[in-house]
């Protein structure tokens, strides 16, 4: 099991630094600090946003990952 912060390329690891790259930058981080928390540079975030958005713009599959994953953490922060 690999850490979004390790430098591998596997697929399913990438797809998930993307989502969190996104998703960080959606709730406002700038990417200077979603690099630091993803150990990519800022240039690697930049990319992994629009490559995401691109990829979202085409799979609605994945559009709709997305859509859960943020509806699950706002539902979880009312119940807080």
């Known amino acids: 099991r690999k850490s979004i912060r390790s430098g591998t390329r596997r697929a399913d690891v990438v797809k998930a630094r993307k989502i969190v790259c ?3 930058h959606k709730k406002g981080l700038d990417y200077k600090k979603i690099a630091l928390l ?3 540079s800022e240039e690697g975030v930049g990319y992994a946003i629009r490559s995401l958005k691109s ?3 085409v799979n609605s599959k994945l559009k709709n990952e997305i859509y859960l994953l943020e509806l699950q953490h706002v539902t979880k922060n009312i119940n807080k």
């Open 22 to 24: 996104y998703l960080f």
């Open 38 to 40: 993803v150990n990519l």
């Open 55 to 57: 990829e979202m713009h």
